[in-house]
């Protein structure tokens, strides 16, 4: 291995603006543009966060939307919070009653917010109207109702009886086009909150200014997931690291043997037109191998050209880490999506580790991608020394790919006329 990181992408790192204006950016009307004293304010948030028993696990999806609730309650509106919670699939579940989600934003920000037992309907509108400025009220989960996954145009207008003005902050569900995302927006006034100008702001950036140099790091199970966002990053980035089990159908379509490991067949040739793209990817040089997943099977680490016939590749290796960090050295930003290894299960969450532990210490701007590398990242409290950690999953993914978002692209544009 050589010695330091001399094999990186070099140049002076540099600040990621947060102004959602810069380089033709999706620029939107936010909370801050409008007057809100008085009104009723309808904001959707994205408080799908993990339960157990009744009892919220991380609260972390709550403190994201606190800045927007905070802005509008100190503005003297009247703030309806409406979110999902699980897939109740059209009916009422007691398992996914929004009562604690109330509770925990309440004791979150010092002030009562009171829970309504139900989203729509003449008791809660009573209940809207009863409001005072400055007062926060949750409706129940917007799936009891089989009406908000069909996006059906009645029941977002029933949603929208209670307010004045509509405001989307729940970036985690921007992808999807359901009643409380986007259909209520046909009804309102629509403009983004807080965290979601962020959202955009910082992937936005990305997308359509990006600094350099630029790299990437993919990582999860399956190339055909991340076809489109492997080809948008490859025109933007300078260098592409992957890992995770992906890594191995690329692996594959180099002619090396993966033993066991997860390789998609039928995405050979898509990997090779990939590779084609000239230096630009970066792959794992040696892997940690097992029989399982399972914890405390026997693994070891080998080279990446040799994994035996028996084994499956489970996370990658040591040199693989350096050789990514090596890359990232000197990188103005770096964006990484998806775990490099089955990080559920110790040790094969050591290379996520390890490369999270690097990049933590980075001068680089760090932008983490949603989903399960955020859980693994929180669980070895590095998240919050990245720069950004996107509250999206499939809805970050879908961003970087560069497709429209319906949760987005119903809100209200700036006027720069």
């Not at 703030?79 to 009422?92: A, E, F, M, S, Y």
């Not at 190339?223 to 492997?230: L, Y």
């Not at 590749?313 to 880490?321: A, E, F, I, Q, S």
Request: negative net charge; contains cysteine.
């Amino acid at each position: 291995m050589p010695g330091g990181r001399s094999h990186g992408v070099h140049g002076r790192p540099a600040e990621l603006t947060t102004d959602a204006t810069i380089g033709g950016t999706l620029q939107k009307v936010t909370i801050r543009d409008v007057d809100v004293a008085g009104k009723r304010v309808l904001v959707r948030v994205d408080f799908n966060v993990p339960m157990e028993d009744g009892r919220i696990i991380d609260d972390t999806r709550i403190r994201e939307a606190i800045p927007t609730i905070q802005n509008l309650v100190e503005r003297q509106a009247r703030v309806i919070l409406l979110t999902h919670l699980g897939r109740p699939d059209g009916q009422v579940d007691e398992a996914y009653r929004t009562t604690p989600l109330a509770q925990r934003l309440s004791e979150l920000i010092g002030r009562p917010v009171r829970h309504l037992d139900d989203c729509i309907g003449p008791a809660v509108e009573a209940a809207v109207k009863a409001m005072q400025d400055g007062e926060i009220v949750m409706l129940e989960n917007v799936r009891f109702h089989p009406g908000e996954t069909k996006n059906d145009p009645t029941f977002a207008q029933q949603l929208a009886a209670l307010g004045d003005l509509y405001v989307n902050d729940a970036f985690g569900t921007a992808h999807r086009a359901h009643a409380s995302t986007a259909g209520v927006a046909q009804y309102l006034p629509a403009v983004a909150g807080l965290l979601m100008e962020r959202e955009i702001a910082m992937l936005g950036r990305i997308m359509n200014d990006p600094p350099h140099p630029l790299v990437a790091i993919i990582g999860g199970s399956k190339i055909s997931t991340k076809i489109g966002v492997i080809r948008s990053l490859l025109r933007r980035v300078d260098r592409l690291c992957v890992g995770g089990a992906m890594a191995c159908t690329f692996l594959k379509a180099r002619g090396l043997e993966m033993g066991r490991s997860l390789v998609e067949d039928n995405q050979l040739e898509v990997a090779r037109s990939l590779l084609a793209s000239g230096g630009t990817i970066v792959l794992p040089l040696d892997a940690v191998v097992a029989h399982d997943a399972k914890p405390g099977v026997t693994s070891k680490t080998v080279p990446i050209d040799r994994v035996p016939a028996d084994v499956k590749v489970l996370d990658v290796g040591p040199m693989t880490v350096e050789r990514f960090l090596q890359t990232c050295d000197g990188a103005a930003a770096i964006v990484w999506n998806g775990p490099l290894g089955v990080y559920e299960v110790p040790p094969f969450d050591r290379g996520t580790d390890a490369l999270a532990e690097g990049l933590a210490g980075s001068d680089a701007q760090t932008i983490i991608g949603g989903g399960d590398l955020v859980a693994a990242l929180q669980k070895q409290h590095l998240a919050e020394r990245m720069s950004f950690v996107s509250t999206g999953g499939g809805a970050t993914l879908e961003f970087l790919e560069g497709k429209s978002l319906p949760g987005i692209a119903v809100l209200k544009e700036k006027d720069h006329a």
